[in-house]
């Protein structure tokens, strides 16, 4: 079981990663067009080097929902495969059963 300050940190980022998207997007679509001047390239630059680095899509880590697992997450439950493998033994998850020979 994760800290409750690492998931509370975790899901600030996540919101704030939400609401930068749409500027981020825009300042990095202004930096890679090769047509505009170096100095709106260089503004652009600098704009985006301001904006909070929690912002940032790629600091949000993929944590289980339930145990906040930083580790081992399944995409398609957003689980880790410890808490999968226990609910899918309990019958909780429709249409999975845990394999056995």
């Known amino acids: 079981m994760a800290k409750k300050s690492l998931k509370r940190r975790n899901n600030n980022r996540v919101k704030k990663s939400e609401l930068h998207q749409a500027k981020r997007l825009k300042l990095k679509s202004t930096l890679a067009d090769s047509s505009l001047p170096f100095s709106e390239r ?14 940032a899509k ?19 439950f957003g689980l880790s495969r410890i808490a999968v493998r226990e609910l899918v033994s309990w019958g909780q998850i429709p249409g999975l059963i845990k394999s056995s020979w």
């Open 58 to 76: 790629i600091r949000v880590r993929n944590r289980c929902a339930l145990t906040g697992r930083p580790r081992g997450n399944l995409r398609k």
């Open 42 to 55: 260089l503004v652009a630059q600098i704009k985006l080097s301001e904006m909070p680095r929690d912002g």
